[in-house]
């Protein structure tokens, strides 16, 4: 199976399309970088919501000249996602540190991340901030993302375990307790007024919890709060809350930043019209950097097909470097004969894995992620979708290129809160600025047909009032009984320069077997599972799908006046209390990522991917 290195987009880009690039953007946090005519890097950045801040580049005014300079040198833009804020926080740096781009800001002392250091080597020992490992001898915890948060947890530690934070010479020096004692800060071991055994176990016990061993100081902070919100003292329950929030925070694990190791990690995306490959490359246990990839395969090709051809061809076909590990994200074919031949290559052994735990899943996860996004994101591209609406023109036998699709689905739980969505697509792409959600009242719950009637009604009554564009193709999802609504709807508004076609499950119900119901003769076709036409109306039907599915989740929520947990299959009251007891309240799970979801005792990894998904719909 061939594959291509990206071409360098810089000898046939001459500007960066950004309205096509943003369209396909995700709003999940990660890290985005630049480059320039040369494929050169000029800057790297991280965003909580990578669409929102990568946009904020291309507005109309307000920027700054540097800011200026910068846009008008881009050519193209890689992003890659990351689980939560903190793990961008933590690769943007690694990547900074490595690339050293222009136009960011690189500091002369070029400070290191930040640790929790513990001198345990002392009599009593002190536990302090320090920047950088191995400079004194003792116990480090870290690195972490944030100076900010690691001071506050020390702050929170001294009042939990009241271990001193106060330098050697102050200790040694001391005759009487210091104001720190008085306040409770300190039991002052300059004076002896604690034993030197106990005052080891706070010690002992403190870094267990930064070890993420022990979970007593947050039960106890976690009790603390429910018995303050019982006795109403919602202040005290507040500042407990922070507390929980703070030293979780101090406890979260980085995937982009580890102990030690070094491999390749790949992940594999493969949907019909499109496959992307992205490498994740880790060094001495840090994320310094990642490509992506789109090799030509046939359409038979599975994941494991491709990433067995990719990962022989990336390494043997050129001077690359091979580490002692490379880890995929599904099992490939002929393991044992890729393994020797990049083994005879290194001169030295080479493990292939797929089947990895703890650090080593968090970059198998954040690999295949990155392939999902690029591979949505290739699919939207504007030449790309272009091609697929010539090919549609093909396929139907219309006299033109289709310039607007319009697609309509009905989402509902048994007939309760149900929910119409109309999706647009132009030759750039989804227009979701012309999206529209319509809430189906006075019908038979759990009648399609009637809801089906009711949203194409309004949506076509407005646009003869002037209010938006007909499309020149009605995409409805579902058979001859759902076209035979839109039909209806269009004689009675007399729109008549319109086309509607239906995209029904086909006899095997499985994707790449869609029944075409040709809306003007009735007649029922497959296109070719490779087909890109097939591909534009699967994109938009599938987009149509999701759409209302998150506009009927709302409605229904809004409607039983619960929660957003309390949505989510599988998340009872139980479950509930406890991922509030554990993050301190409702924004603090809301901004978790899976991984520490899945932290919690009566959660698995399934059900946390579930809730993330639940509580962040349009990532």
């Known amino acids: ?62 920027l700054s000249a540097k800011t200026q300079a910068l846009v008008a040198r881009i050519r193209r833009i890689e992003v890659t996602v990351t689980g939560s804020e903190t793990e961008a926080l933590l690769l943007e740096q690694n990547l900074i540190k490595q690339q050293r781009p222009p136009y960011n800001i690189l500091l002369r002392d070029d400070k290191s991340y930040p640790y929790i250091f513990v001198s345990d080597r002392d009599n009593y020992p002190a536990i302090r901030f320090l920047r950088g490992s191995g400079r004194k001898k003792g116990r480090y915890f ?23 934070q106060c330098e050697d010479s102050f200790f040694r020096n001391r005759s009487r307790p210091c104001l720190q004692y008085q306040i409770k800060r300190c039991t002052a071991p300059c004076v002896d007024l604690i034993p030197e055994h106990e005052y080891r176990q706070d010690v002992n016990n403190a870094m267990l919890f930064l070890e993420g061993r022990s979970r007593d100081i947050l039960e106890s902070l976690a009790t603390e709060m429910d018995d303050a919100s019982q006795r109403l003292e919602f202040e005290r329950a507040a500042r407990l809350r922070d507390q929980i929030s703070v030293l979780r925070q101090v406890q979260e694990q980085q995937y982009v930043s580890g102990q030690a190791g070094d491999a390749d990690v790949f992940g594999c995306a493969v949907q019909p019209g499109g496959v992307s490959v992205h490498a994740l490359f880790v060094r001495d246990g840090r994320v310094i950097g990642s490509k992506a990839y789109h090799p030509r395969v046939s359409i038979e090709d599975s994941a494991e097909e491709v990433l067995a051809a990719f990962v022989a061809q990336y390494y043997l076909s050129g001077p690359r470097e091979i580490p002692p590990v490379v880890i995929t994200a599904v099992a490939i ?39 999902e996004q690029q591979l949505s994101s290739y699919l939207a591209s504007k ?56 809430n189906i009242e006075g019908i038979t719950p759990g009648d399609d047909y009637a809801a089906m009637h009711q949203a194409l009604t309004r949506r076509y009554t407005r646009v003869k009032k002037g209010e938006g564009a007909l499309p020149d193709l009605l995409v409805i999802d579902g058979g001859k009984g759902q076209v035979a609504q839109a039909l209806a709807v269009l004689e009675e508004l007399q729109i ?23 809306g003007n003769t009735g007649e029922e076709s497959i296109l070719a599972s490779d087909s890109p036409a097939l591909h534009l109306l ?62 919690v005792s009566s959660i698995s990894r399934t059900l946390a991917q579930e809730i993330y998904a639940a509580l962040h719909p349009e990532s």
């Open 1 to 62: 199976m061939p594959w291509v290195e990206p071409r360098n987009q810089a000898a046939f880009v001459t500007e960066f399309d950004s309205k096509a690039f943003l369209q396909g953007l995700t709003r999940r946090p990660g890290i985005y970088q630049m480059y320039g005519e040369a494929d050169d890097i000029l800057y790297v950045g991280k965003a909580k919501n990578l669409r929102n801040r990568v946009s904020s580049y291309f507005r109309s005014s307000g």
């Open 142 to 164: 870290g690195p972490y993302p944030s100076s900010g948060a690691v001071r506050e947890s020390l702050n929170l530690l001294q009042k939990i375990f009241r271990i001193r």
């Open 333 to 371: 074919p002929d393991a044992e004969c890729v393994r020797e031949a990049l083994e005879h290559k290194r001169g030295r052994k080479v493990a292939i894995q797929h089947s990895v735990r703890a650090e080593r899943a968090g970059w198998q996860r954040l690999a295949q992620s990155n392939a």
């Open 383 to 438: 030449q790309n979708v272009y091609n697929r609406f010539l090919s549609l023109q093909e396929a139907l036998s219309l006299d033109y290129v289709p310039a607007r699709l319009e697609c309509f689905d009905i989402s509902h739980s048994s007939g309760e809160a149900t929910v119409a969505s109309c999706v647009v697509f132009d030759r750039e792409g989804p227009k979701k600025s012309d999206y529209r959600r319509f």
């Open 496 to 518: 008549t320069e319109v086309t509607v076609i239906g995209v029904a499950k086909g006899p095997t119900r499985k994707a790449g077997f869609e029944m075409l119901v040709m």
């Open 538 to 599: 699967q994109h938009i039907r599938d987009e149509s799908h999701r759409f209302a599915i998150a506009g009927h989740r709302a409605q229904r929520g809004k409607a039983r006046r619960k929660s957003k947990l309390e949505e989510i299959p599988g998340v009872g009251p139980k479950r509930r209390r406890e991922l509030l007891r554990h993050f301190g309240g409702f924004a603090e799970v809301e901004r978790a990522s899976i991984e520490e979801i899945a932290k």
